[in-house]
């Protein structure tokens, strides 16, 4: 016979585990992820599902997040479905909403790298110097930002390595800086996303195309693509947030934010850009294996884009002044020594 003291020690024992998984499950978060590229693309399958398996793993379980089967709008729409709070953490470019964002343009302007792990790192360490407060920024968590490595010029049927081979050319590009870009080149700017890079080639609307040397493998233009112009700084870059809506991270309780935070901000912009420094030389391996041409950009062509760059830099100071960016000289020299201090290690 079960001794009654016992069988109340045992029953108050099982009470309690109940309510402990109940108290558990009832502070359990889970978050809702929008992401807008395939489930096949090395975004999604080498940095997104290793982030959310690291908050999970962080946090013991406590904060999930769950990727969306689908987007929950398109790509520059990300921002604000964050903001928002119509998804609870998306991902996206800056560059898609680039009146929001003027203290990001540096960069993105030629020859901002093409280390993309010691770009995404030092364009961290100078959000959180300088621009952490601008008030471009409220309303989310920011969770981490990234650089790609140097966007380069690809062409349909020729090489293009000097100012008269740009000339006249019809190329597609995403962004106003792109776009400037190419027009001071004297080139014809086509703004479209990339993944219509493909129908536009094969059309005859664009001669080129700008993209990562990862991009024209990943996004299939290596048939349309043949010819590849390196700037060994980097033709132009992009800028890319992951975000949280704000209101559900201060939610969240304040072990779970400092778990959170140990895996993201530095750290995660670090694996952003990890993932770009092994596709892009993959990339560039898997296209001249293909007998595509791939050359560096002529003297001449490299002393126009410095040219141009140095506009560049001039007009944005006095945009970043008006966007609240107190010193813009300072943040841009602040990235560049970040960055090559980063680049050298």
């Keep these: ?52 398996e690291k908050v999970a793993e962080v946090t013991e379980g406590r904060v999930t997040v769950t990727i969306l089967p689908a987007p929950l709008a398109s790509p520059p729409q990300h921002w604000e479905l964050a903001r928002n709070g119509v998804a609870d953490i998306t991902w996206g470019n800056f560059t898609y909403e680039p009146e929001r964002f003027v203290p990001l343009w540096f960069a993105e302007f030629p020859n901002a790298g093409t280390n993309a792990e010691a770009q995404s790192r030092a364009l961290w360490q100078t959000y959180e110097k300088f621009l952490a407060g601008n008030p471009a920024f409220d309303g989310v ?36 800086i792109q776009e400037q870009l190419l027009t001071k080149l004297g080139a014809v700017p086509v703004a479209a996303p990339a993944t219509k890079a493909y129908e536009m080639l094969e059309s005859g609307v664009i001669d080129g195309s700008l993209h990562t040397m990862e991009s024209v493998v990943n996004f299939r233009l290596e048939d349309s693509l043949k010819h590849h112009t390196i700037f060994p700084n980097g033709f132009y870059d992009a800028t890319f947030f992951v975000i949280m809506n704000g209101a559900k991270w201060d939610r969240l309780s304040d072990a779970d934010k400092t778990a959170i935070e140990a895996v993201t901000g530095e750290a995660l912009s670090a694996a952003w850009g990890k993932n ?29 884009v410095n040219s141009i760059y140095d506009e560049m830099v001039s007009e944005w100071t006095e945009k970043a002044k008006a966007a609240g960016v107190e010193d813009p000289a300072a943040m841009l020299g602040f990235y560049r020594e970040t960055y090559a201090e980063l680049a050298a290690e």
């Excluded at 585990?17 to 499950?25: F, G, M, N, R, Y």
């Excluded at 770009?276 to 126009?304: R, V, Y």
């Design 1 to 52: 016979m079960i001794n009654p003291a016992i069988k109340l020690l045992k029953g108050a024992a099982a009470a309690a585990a109940i309510l402990t998984a109940t108290v558990q499950a009832a502070s359990a978060e889970t978050l809702t992820m929008s992401s807008w590229v395939p489930p096949t693309h090395f975004v999604h399958t080498d940095f997104l599902v290793p982030f959310t």
């Design 141 to 176: 968590k920011m969770l981490a930002v990234g650089m790609f490595g140097g966007g380069q010029l690809h062409h349909g049927s020729a090489a293009v390595t000097t100012p008269e081979d740009v000339s006249g050319q019809k190329f597609r590009m995403g962004g106003p």
């Design 276 to 304: 770009f420094d092994h596709q892009n030389p993959a990339a560039s391996e898997k296209l001249a294996a293909e007998g595509h041409e791939i050359a560096e950009a002529a003297p001449e062509l490299i002393t126009a």
